[in-house]
């Protein structure tokens, strides 16, 4: 397809495990950004990668959660020894961004994560 | 602190009305602000994008207008449809060399028959 793709859609997973979260951005998009959101609020960002690399990881909540991207396309959020505070729909999205201002960022449905 | 702030958080109006929604930020230095609709169990699709020096941009029945002296944006809708049910998200961008964007939690709206 030619949108953002995310997978698992659903995930439900017991506390203390480890779950990897993947996104497909659009092909050609530089850019990939995760974000989070919780129940009822707003988007968290996460982390952010121009190619594959992440020039800004602050928004990673703990070293529980780790990303990386490679081929400057797929890429995979994980979280280790996840806590029930980490159920939350985390989201992708890919832009065509190369240092300008004012490009779209296209988003996947997300993956809902569910910790037990 | 890079704040986003909207209200109302939740609005019921009848098909065929017309609403605004608001949007107050204070995120530093400004780059541009969006809003984006957010349907349930979807990802946030981009409605309309405004920079410093724009005060309007329409996208079919959505106007949104931005002042940047106040810091304040507004979403209009026109003539609702019960497909404009959905989360309405504003979004402020800062510069600081790539799109860090802060997003606001988003206005819930029902359009009801």
């Known amino acids: 397809g030619a949108g953002v793709s995310q997978s698992p859609s659903n995930k439900v997973t017991e506390k203390g495990k480890d779950v990897e979260l993947r996104c497909d951005p659009i092909?050609?998009?530089?850019?990939l950004y995760w974000y989070r959101q919780r129940l009822g609020q707003g988007l968290e960002f996460l982390i952010y990668?121009?190619?594959?690399?992440?020039?800004?990881k602050s928004g990673l909540p703990s070293d529980r959660f780790s990303a990386e991207r490679t081929g400057e396309s797929v890429s995979t959020l994980t979280i280790q020894r996840t806590q029930q505070e980490d159920s939350a729909v985390y989201l992708c999205a890919s832009s065509s961004y190369l240092g300008g201002r004012g490009d779209t960022q296209y988003f996947g449905p997300g993956t809902r994560l569910t910790v037990l | 602190k890079n704040q986003v702030e909207q209200s109302p958080q939740s609005l019921i109006i009848l098909e065929g009305k017309n609403c605004t929604l608001q949007c107050n930020y204070t995120v530093s230095p400004f780059s541009n602000l969006r809003w984006y609709k957010q349907d349930t169990g979807r990802g946030p699709v981009s409605l309309t994008i405004?920079?410093?020096?724009?005060n309007t941009k329409s996208n079919g029945r959505y106007t949104a207008t931005l002042d940047a002296d106040t810091k304040q944006s507004s979403l209009h809708i026109t003539a609702s449809q019960l497909s404009d049910s959905a989360s309405y998200i504003c979004?402020?961008?800062?510069?600081?060399?790539?799109?860090?964007?802060?997003f606001g939690t988003g206005t819930r709206l029902l359009v009801s028959p």
């Open positions: 405004m920079t410093f020096s724009e």
């Open positions: 092909s050609g998009h530089t850019a």
């Open positions: 990668f121009q190619g594959n690399s992440a020039p800004d």
């Open positions: 979004v402020v961008s800062a510069i600081t060399g790539f799109q860090k964007l802060v």
